[in-house]
């Protein structure tokens, strides 16, 4: 049963425009949510985050929205750049019982054409 | 400050065979995490260590074996390898003073199994 679901493997954009990238979770618990960025032949790195307790937050050209109601966060990117290129994995965590845990998703590998 | 780091990069294996994955980090982690990644399937957990001489396990433990004896280190151990277990292999490692703490990743393994 997958608690973290990328339904969309992959999305091209122009440069310039906005990257929208989508999350959903089944698990009730989770309250903290983060995105991470990879390229080929490297490992994950940190993007962005979100608390349960936020319904935004922004950092540069990177907005994660989170709407608890719907089980859904998104990661905007605006504008998107052509390094922007790379999988972005969504990963949630539960504050109460296993926080030590992430559950990531499958992950959508985002193309920005020149 | 190298960060986390994972050895070997590559490997070839035949069925059957044994080898063990090295991740070695340098911040004072307390927390560390073995997982796999395989194509459509997002990042796995396989086991994981909240400190020194402690090993739990993840999401997809079966045919692998761990060993955290010193708090920088943390050894996957495959004993008898399989064709299934030929995937990419990342460490990670995280402080986890607070559930918000993030996690850090190698550069990864590839493994094949013949």
């Known amino acids: 049963d997958q608690q973290v679901k990328q339904n969309s493997p992959s999305l091209s954009v122009q440069e310039g425009r906005i990257s929208i990238l989508n999350c959903d979770y089944t698990?009730?618990?989770?309250?903290?949510f983060l995105w991470y960025k990879k390229y080929p032949a490297e490992g994950p790195t940190f993007l962005i985050s979100?608390?349960?307790?936020?319904d935004k937050n922004e950092d540069g050209r990177f907005t994660v929205f989170l709407n608890k109601s719907a089980k859904h966060l998104s990661l905007h990117i605006v504008p998107s750049q052509p390094g922007d290129s790379a999988v972005y994995f969504c990963?949630?965590?539960?504050?109460?019982?296993?926080?030590?845990?992430?559950?990531f998703g499958k992950g959508t590998k985002l193309t920005v054409n020149p | 400050n190298a960060g986390v780091t994972q050895t070997p990069k590559f490997r070839v294996l035949k069925t059957g065979q044994s080898m063990t994955l090295l991740c070695a980090q340098d911040?004072?982690?307390?927390?560390m995490y073995w997982y796999r990644q395989d194509p459509g399937m997002g990042l796995r957990l396989i086991h994981y260590?909240?400190?020194?001489?402690?090993?739990a396990k993840g999401e997809v433990p079966d045919g692998y074996n761990v060993s955290r004896l010193k708090k920088q280190n943390f050894l996957l151990g495959l004993e008898s390898a399989a064709p299934s277990q030929t995937s990419v292999y990342f460490c990670?490692?995280?402080?986890?003073?607070?559930?918000?703490?993030?996690?850090?990743f190698g550069p990864g393994t590839r493994l094949t199994v013949l």
């Open positions: 990963a949630a965590s539960a504050s109460q019982g296993g926080s030590e845990k992430l559950v």
């Open positions: 260590s909240v400190g020194e001489g402690t090993t």
């Open positions: 979100i608390s349960s307790i936020k």
């Open positions: 911040m004072n982690h307390e927390y």
């Open positions: 990670a490692s995280s402080p986890l003073k607070t559930y918000t703490d993030t996690q850090y």
């Open positions: 698990n009730s618990m989770f309250d903290y």
